[in-house]
């Protein structure tokens, strides 16, 4: 195990709604790091936070927001839920937010939006 | 930009034979960094390896291997004596190296294989 967690497991919303999503990074890490997979396909970058602050954001619209908090543990927030928002969200730690560090991944929390 | 690409989208072996794991990738830095994945049924993303770009090195890990090649832009991945429990999808990626920003994984399409028994 990671020691990364997430929660909640899974989710079931309705379009339009809004949805946050948790991950608890692993002890000593200071760098969260957001993926969302839908089926079949591999994980896509959202974004990255490191020391509570923004730290990069892949091709995602601004309804997908985020923070970081002091203990590193971080959110995801999606606004105004689309029926392609329906995924797997993954949050990964690393040690810093730089390339050599390898991310570690959580369990992930599947979302449904119907 | 970069892109990583596993043509293999699924494979299917009976236990005990050797199954090898195809990556290729492009990229315009010097430095980078790959990595394999795998992701059970249950969807966690496990850390199987990283290599830097500076480091051709071949490495064996237990029935794992990894073969890498600059000359050919690949990093492919070899299980020797595949058992039931390597059933998985597995990621091949690659994140830029260095002290840039966002350290963001570019992953491939996944390979998902199948061991039967």
């Known amino acids: 195990e990671t020691g990364v967690t997430q929660s909640p497991t899974h989710l079931i919303k309705t379009r339009g709604q809004q949805v946050t999503l948790r991950c608890s990074s692993q002890s000593g890490h200071n760098t969260v790091s957001w993926y969302q997979q839908a089926l079949g396909q591999g994980p896509q970058f959202i974004f990255q936070?490191?020391?509570?602050?923004?730290?990069g954001r892949g091709n995602f619209p601004p309804r997908f927001s985020g923070l970081q908090f002091p203990n590193y543990s971080s959110e995801l927030n999606v606004n105004a839920l689309e029926l392609d928002d329906s995924a797997l969200y993954l949050c990964?730690?690393?040690?810093?937010?730089?390339?050599?560090?390898?991310?570690?991944f959580g369990p992930g929390t599947r979302l449904l939006v119907l | 930009a970069q892109k990583v690409t596993q043509a293999q989208t699924e494979i299917s072996v009976v236990e005990k034979e050797d199954v090898t794991l195809d990556c290729v990738y492009e990229?315009?830095?010097?430095?980078?960094?790959l990595f394999w994945y795998k992701q059970p049924p249950s969807g966690e993303l496990v850390f199987l390896i990283r290599r830097n770009s500076f480091d051709e090195q071949n490495e064996i890990s237990g029935r794992y291997s990894w073969n890498f090649q600059k000359s050919t832009s690949s990093f492919n991945f070899t299980i020797t004596a595949s058992q039931v429990v390597d059933s998985a999808v597995y990621f091949c990626a690659l994140i830029r190296g260095g002290y840039s920003s966002a350290s963001k994984i570019i992953f491939g399409s996944g390979t998902r294989l199948s061991i039967r028994p």
């Open positions: 990229t315009r830095d010097t430095t980078y960094y």
């Open positions: 990964a730690s690393s040690l810093q937010g730089w390339g050599q560090e390898t991310q570690y």
């Open positions: 936070y490191y020391r509570e602050e923004e730290n």
